[in-house]
């Protein structure tokens, strides 16, 4: 987390500060803690340039997909009964909307080309009178490969088509402008600009005017549609962390390509080094790699002690399976089964990166040794 972000958490969590519920307007120490809030939502809406009405508090990104596709399907029902997403999306969408079909709800799946990007004319030509919601990710959360939002959103507003984008990986890291984009519902997490964890929020465009349903039934918090006390703490984090992430987009974005660079060079005296994703296309801080004649699963081993890198998604780091993201792209073989994902960020140093690159290289030619022995 980013110091800051644990400054503007303090506050709210022992007897000295304000440790009141939100909910309990009846006195002074819960309308304080609700007027916390309420400024938490306006620093949060000021980073994403909305209004601060159309920002619902969740538990992160995972809960947010979910409410935004099942609470608005539940709501549109009526009028779509059919759902366009992508085979590389996170599971949080794709279990989603698995959980749909079995509901009758109709969902087409699209595949990237091999450089990870979905083509437009791919998103469009699967539309049918039927669709009421398509659902992409910005970034993706294992090749870095962003999507070109804009494009799609404009285009699927010309339709008639709620948007629905995971923005996990891209918010507080590139510039995102709701008041430029028609999109209907955009998903985050704070822990991903170093905010706390467990905490992260739906935008919903327009709220009052868009059907959608709550998922939980409760106290009637967050407009009626995320009930539920508000962790007033992890909420001012967050904004904090948002709007740190905000004012420091482009100099964490230089610090990250240096470090890719960084990395590159660290690798370049490796053969057979294969970089999977389109790289003009990408965000920095995420590269997924694999290495001809290793395995993703004997790397991380030789390297458990010493460097944290993973073979899919955090969310997936203890499957046996391949990458399903890799997999979508048509990506198989050595390539598949090899590839890992490295990740760095603000608080990631040069040396760091060099002292990673060497001991990577320094297994990747053990591991080759001993599989020609």
Same mark, same amino acid.
């Given at each position: ?132 919601? %398509? ?8 090749? #870095? @490969?962003?999507? +070109?939002?804009?494009? &799609? *959103? ?128 990408? %965000? ?8 001809? #004649? @290793?395995?993703? +699963?004997?790397?991380? &081993? *030789? ?71």
């Amino acid at each position: 987390m980013a110091p800051e972000a644990v400054d503007a958490m303090l506050p709210y969590l022992t007897s000295s500060g304000n440790f009141a519920n939100a909910a309990s307007g009846q006195h002074s120490y819960g309308q304080n803690a609700a007027s916390a809030i309420e400024n938490a939502r306006s620093a949060m809406a000021h980073g994403l340039r909305c209004n601060p009405k159309d920002i619902l508090f969740t538990s992160g990104a995972t809960e947010s997909n979910n409410l935004a596709i099942s609470g608005f399907m539940l709501g549109y029902r009526n009028l779509g009964n059919h759902i366009v997403t992508s085979a590389y999306e996170h599971k949080s969408v794709l279990d989603c909307c698995r959980h749909l079909e079995s509901q009758g709800i109709r969902v087409t799946y699209l595949r990237p080309g091999s450089d990870g990007v979905l083509a437009l004319d791919s998103i469009l030509n699967a539309l049918t009178d039927e669709t009421a919601l %398509v659902s992409l990710m910005h970034v993706n959360n294992e090749t #870095g @490969v962003m999507q +070109d939002i804009g494009c &799609i *959103a404009h285009a699927l507003e010309a339709k008639g088509i709620a948007f629905h984008v995971d923005a996990a990986q891209s918010a507080g890291k590139v510039p995102i402008d709701l008041s430029a984009l028609p999109i209907t519902f955009l998903s985050l997490s704070a822990h991903k600009f170093y905010g706390p964890k467990g905490i992260g929020c739906l935008y919903v465009s327009n709220r009052k005017n868009t059907r959608l349903k709550p998922l939980v039934y409760g106290g009637g918090q967050e407009f009626g549609l995320r009930p539920g006390t508000l962790p007033t703490h992890q909420i001012a984090g967050m904004a904090a962390a948002l709007a740190l992430a905000c004012a420091r987009q482009e100099a964490d974005a230089g610090h990250c390509r240096q470090l890719r660079q960084t990395l590159r060079v660290a690798l370049s005296k490796l053969e057979g080094v294969h970089w999977h994703g389109n790289q003009q296309q990408a %965000v920095p801080h995420i590269v997924n790699i694999s290495f001809d #004649g @290793v395995g993703a +699963d004997a790397l991380l &081993i *030789a390297l458990r002690d010493s460097v944290a890198i993973s073979s899919g998604s955090a969310c997936n780091s203890g499957a046996i399976e391949p990458s399903h993201v890799l997999r979508a792209m048509g990506i198989e073989g050595d390539s598949l089964y090899g590839a890992v994902r490295i990740s760095f960020g603000r608080y990631t140093t040069a040396t760091d990166i060099e002292q990673a690159g060497l001991a990577i290289c320094e297994a990747v030619i053990r591991l080759r040794k001993l599989a020609s022995e």
